[in-house]
């Protein structure tokens, strides 16, 4: 799920014109085959196609969530240094360029 910049602006300043990545869920089976990998490799191209003037995606982790976390930098995305308070504990944000 995708939302434009009023969704993260009250977490997020990093001065770019960014989406939030907010949820992504593969069935458990079809976890492990590499579509999470494919399809979050595709999401910088795929944005920037569909949302003209987004240079930047943005998304959240729990920090207990080391799997989604891995999965997320194989992808290309990066920690940036932020942190919030989550409903379920400490989030790590990670971004990736379009």
Not at 16 to 22: E, G, P, V
Not at 35 to 51: G, K, M
Request: hydrophobic share 35%; glycine share 10%; proline share 4%.
């Amino acid at each position: 799920m995708l939302h434009g910049w009023e969704g993260i602006a009250d977490v997020y300043s990093g001065g770019s014109r960014a989406m939030l990545f907010r949820a992504f869920l593969i069935d458990y089976a079809s976890q492990r085959k590499g579509y999470a990998t494919a399809a979050l490799r595709l999401l910088p191209s795929f944005v920037s196609t569909r949302y003209p003037g987004t240079n930047e995606v943005v998304l959240s982790v729990n920090e207990e969530n080391s799997s989604a976390l891995r999965l997320y930098m194989i992808a290309g995305f990066q920690d940036n240094g932020l942190r919030r308070m989550g409903p379920k504990g400490p989030q790590k944000y990670c971004n990736t360029r379009c």
